[in-house]
Each structure stands twice: as structure tokens, then as C-alpha cells.
T-cell receptor, first 112, second 113 residues
């Protein structure tokens, strides 16, 4: 039974560019959340998708957008990258409204 | 919104000793409190969680206590081992918000052999 999988694991982008990160939830899970974890800090909630719609959103600008597909997988898009967007981006999945979430290994984004 | 404070930021103990990490939260509507362990370069892993209708929960060497009146909860690790060394995060959420967790700043636990 595969857990939450994310790709790519590492990537380097230039300021102003755009990036797309991908996530496949744990088998049986239909809800996907994205978190940003800066170095030395706790994860911060970006948004959550359920039934292909954004259900909750944290305090992140519109440059951060997402999508959920019919197979429950999800993408996180960040436009106009800033140096401060450098972080570990974690995808987490859960079943319905269950508060218990499971994280993937994350995508390390470095903006130069 | 919810705000979670975590203390201490670093904790060093001798192998076999106990370790206690404390968190406070601000929103009295929060009713779910998980703890995650994150090893260097790895994903956060859920180690234990507690809901607001329970005051204490144990799982082998790990226990969590919750005081809803005071709005604080704690992680207790007994008989610490070097493999317990990691960063521990507490978090809080309220069920109607699904699984939007608000995390504390983390505690770096170092267990000396």
C-alpha cells in the first residue's frame, strides 16, 4: 500500500519563474492538503482540496494555486517565484473530514 | 485564527531520562491535537494524537495529556533512546475545518547516549 508520493523531490528555479509540484495521496484517501515548511520552522497550511475543489485556504497569496484531479491526485502551482518561496513543500492526504493526515516526503524547492 | 506556541525549542536529555514538550493553543474551538516527529531531511510522521474528549492517551513510551481549560497539551517520552532524537511538532485543528493543522515551532530533542 503506497503512502503519499510527491514529485519532484528536489528542484531549483530562478526568481520570477513558475513551478508545479505533484502529489498522489495514500490509497483510499480523497482529501489533499499542501503545506510549506521553511527551514527551522513548522509546516504552514497553504490549502486543501476535496472533490476537486479548494475547501480551505491558509494565509498565502494568489501566486499559490492548486488543482485536484478525479483520481484525487493534486498539483501545487507557484507563479512569479520569490527567494522567500524556497522551502520544503509537503503534501498530506486524509480520508474525507478525518483530522488525521499523513505527509509525503516533500519537494525541496530552491529559488535562486 | 489559531496560534500554537511550543516550548522548549531545544531539549537535551540523557538516554533513559524522560522528556516533556509543552504546547499552548489559542482557539478554544480546537479539538484535535496531533504530534509529529521529523527526522533530518524526512517527512513529519504522526506519532500520537488526542481529541478533546480525552484527557490523556498513551502508546508504549509516549503519552500525551490535554488540559482544555488551560488550553495546553504536552508530549511525554519516557526511557528516551538515541533514536528518539528528532524535531517534534505539536499541532491543533478543529474538526469542521477538516484537517487544516496549525503547527507549533518545533522542539529539537537530543538524546545523549
Amino acid at each position: 500500500d503506497a503512502g503519499v508520493t510527491q514529485s519532484p523531490t528536489h528542484l531549483i528555479k530562478t526568481r520570477g519563474q513558475q513551478v508545479t509540484l505533484r502529489c498522489s495521496p495514500k490509497s483510499g484517501h480523497d482529501t489533499v492538503s499542501w503545506y510549506q515548511q521553511a527551514l527551522g520552522q513548522g509546516p504552514q497550511f497553504i490549502f486543501q482540496y476535496y472533490e476537486e475543489e479548494e475547501r480551505q485556504r491558509g494565509n498565502f497569496p494568489d501566486r499559490f494555486s492548486g488543482h485536484q484531479f478525479p483520481n484525487y491526485s493534486s498539483e501545487l502551482n507557484v507563479n512569479a517565484l520569490l527567494l522567500g518561496d524556497s522551502a520544503l513543500y509537503l503534501c498530506a492526504s486524509s480520508e474525507g473530514d478525518s483530522p488525521t493526515i499523513y505527509f509525503g516526503e516533500g519537494s525541496w524547492l530552491t529559488v535562486v | 485564527g489559531e496560534n500554537v506556541e511550543q516550548h522548549p525549542s531545544t531539549l537535551s536529555v540523557q538516554e533513559g531520562d524522560s522528556a516533556v514538550i509543552k504546547c499552548t493553543y489559542s482557539d478554544s474551538a480546537s479539538n484535535y491535537f496531533p504530534w509529529y516527529k521529523q527526522e533530518l531531511g524526512k517527512r513529519p510522521q504522526l506519532i500520537i494524537d488526542i481529541r478533546s474528549n480525552v484527557g490523556e492517551k498513551k502508546d508504549q513510551r509516549i503519552a500525551v495529556t490535554l488540559n482544555k481549560t488551560a488550553k495546553h497539551f504536552s508530549l511525554h517520552i519516557t526511557e528516551t533512546q538515541p533514536e528518539d532524537s528528532a524535531v517534534y511538532f505539536c499541532a491543533a485543528s478543529f474538526s469542521w475545518a477538516g484537517n487544516m493543522l496549525t503547527f507549533g515551532g518545533g522542539t529539537r530533542l537530543m538524546v545523549k547516549p
